[in-house]
């Protein structure tokens, strides 16, 4: 009973609701609009008689399916950093105390401060919860369960290998997130065997796409559009243009993290 009586009654308390509101901010639109955008562009390939009324129906339908799974991976996130971290940890990370008042200061509307990796850190966990649904994403999430009975969308042979090696990489990428915030700094070390990590991963990406037939060959068999020449180029480029942006911001965002803190 007393574990019971100890553990948060709420599920994000306020030391943590600034940063879940700051990331919901800018997650929540980009689910809806990628969403949006990849289930109309789904539709349009594989109904060879589009109505436009269904189309946004189905367009509407999905990206509000992932918008609320976005809210979902959010909450639990944090409601799970509000029960693993101590209270300690939290005054660290996200101090109780305001630092600015906005407005009326008898209202007690406060601008509170927190850790300047906490959001950073919480994104890039978003992140990589969202690649590990990447492969048991049913085909039915986005208007193509038709194609192979609402299977996964990647080639069931990646099991053998290169999908347990896939999870493993995530696995390391969360470890070293979660160990950033409790140690509330990243040394020299870490940032350099996390920028390895990060292209050795986009290296082994690049490999399965060139080697292995990523997507289940059943949907490609039934769907009206063949195998293009471009593709797996182009999900290269993708690849590549996604680390070079993550390895960017995150040099930037460390940059900003360590002026804050040289400040205090």
């Known amino acids: 009973m007393s574990s019971l009586s ?19 901010r800018w997650m929540l639109p980009m689910a809806l609009v990628v969403a949006a955008v990849v289930n109309a562009a789904v539709y349009l390939a594989v109904e060879p008689t589009p109505v436009i009324g269904e189309l946004i129906a189905v367009a509407a339908a999905k990206a509000i399916m ?44 406060f601008l509170h401060t927190t850790h300047p990796g906490l959001t950073e850190t919480v994104g890039s966990l978003v992140f990589i919860v969202f690649l590990a649904l990447i492969p048991v994403i049913p085909t039915s999430f986005v208007y193509a369960g038709q194609l192979n009975d609402g299977g996964s969308f990647v080639n069931p042979d990646l099991w053998n290998v290169w999908l347990p090696v896939y999870y493993g990489f995530l696995v390391v990428f969360a470890a070293a997130e979660v160990w950033k915030l409790r140690a509330r700094k990243s040394t020299t070390a870490m940032r350099v065997v996390n920028l390895v990590a990060t292209f050795v991963f986009a290296a082994f990406l690049t490999a399965a796409v060139l080697t292995m037939d990523i997507v289940d060959p059943v949907i490609l068999d039934d769907a009206a559009w063949s195998r293009s020449s471009w593709a797996d180029p182009a999900l290269v480029v993708v690849i590549w243009a996604v680390t070079l942006w993550s390895v960017i911001t995150a040099v930037r965002t460390r940059g900003v993290s360590d002026k804050r803190l040289s400040l205090r």
């Not at 100890?6 to 919901?24: E, M, T």
Request: charged share 15%; net charge positive; no cysteine.
């Open 6 to 24: 100890d553990s948060p009654q709420y599920l994000i308390g306020p030391q943590l609701y600034p940063a879940f509101v700051r990331l919901a």
């Open 66 to 109: 992932a918008t609320l799974l976005t809210v979902a991976i959010l909450a639990a996130l944090f409601a799970l950093l509000e029960r693993v971290l101590s209270p300690e940890q939290l005054a660290r990370i996200a101090p109780v105390e305001s630092s600015k008042v906005r407005g009326d200061h008898s209202r007690g509307v």
